[in-house]
T-cell receptor, first 113, second 109 residues
Framework: DTGVSQNPRHKITKRGQNVTFRCDPI?????LYWYRQTLGQGPEFLTY????????KSRLLSDRFSAERPKGSFSTLEIQRTEQGDSAMYLC???????????FGSGTRLTVV | RKEVEQDPGPFNVPEGATVAFNCTYS??????FFWYRQDCRKEPKLLMS???SGNEDGRFTAQLNRASQYISLLIRDSKLSDSATYLC??????????FGTGTRLQVFP
């Protein structure tokens, strides 16, 4: 499989619970991005990594959100104490630095009830 | 004001029609420009990059006007399979993509 893989595809959780999503990028890609997309909106940038270093975080990424890429390969995005406003599609993308070829995963759709 | 603005539509057009989408961006430092296509509940996929000289890919033509900070996409001879949301995207030298809200196109028989 040469694409970007995201798990789970869907997640339903109760308000206040913690959730964690995983992204496996294309293996030779050193940059990994997280975006969030709500209904009727375009994807919004959350954060990105080059290898294991987190280079930028959006102000959208509140202190309840944390992302890691511990070995410069897969990444996890954790949301603590979920709120209904966190319901969205969480998209991961990867690319090589200096290359414009982003590849998006299929996303994880989160529903907070 | 959003950094990238698009008319959300929907644009409802018959098969064979020509349809044009427009987009404006606010940051004059924007360096790269793209149109992405997104099918319902799917991930965005690159449709085409946009260059100042204008570029064409089959039935699709993209134009960029840096002075007016304006990007366009023209689709000729629309097909049913063109029904999707078209996202206008800019990229600054920070290497993150800034998406517009998308314009929804519905092509009917």
């Amino acid at each position: 499989d040469t694409g970007v893989s995201q798990n789970p595809r869907h997640k339903i959780t109760k308000r206040g619970q913690n959730v964690t999503f995983r992204c496996d990028p294309i293996s030779e890609h050193n940059r990994l991005y997280w975006y969030r997309q709500t209904l009727g909106q375009g994807p919004e940038f959350l954060t990105y990594f080059q290898n294991e270093a987190q280079l930028e975080k959006s102000r959208l990424l509140s202190d309840r959100f944390s992302a890691e890429r511990p070995k410069g390969s897969f990444s996890t995005l954790e949301i603590q104490r979920t709120e209904q406003g966190d319901s969205a599609m969480y998209l991961c993308a990867s690319k090589m630095a200096g290359n414009y070829g982003y590849t998006f995963g299929s996303g994880t759709r989160l529903t907070v009830v | 004001r959003k950094e990238v603005e698009q008319d959300p539509g929907p644009f409802n057009v018959p098969e064979g029609a020509t349809v044009a989408f427009n987009c404006t961006y606010s940051n004059s430092a924007s360096q790269s420009f793209f149109w992405y296509r997104q099918d319902c509940r799917k991930e965005p996929k690159l449709l085409m990059s946009v260059y100042s000289s204008g570029n064409e890919d089959g039935r699709f033509t993209a134009q960029l006007n840096r002075a007016s900070q304006y990007i366009s996409l023209l689709i000729r001879d629309s097909k049913l399979s063109d029904s999707a949301t078209y996202l206008c995207v800019v990229n600054y030298n920070t290497d993150k993509l800034i998406f517009g809200t998308g314009t929804r196109l519905q092509v009917f028989p």
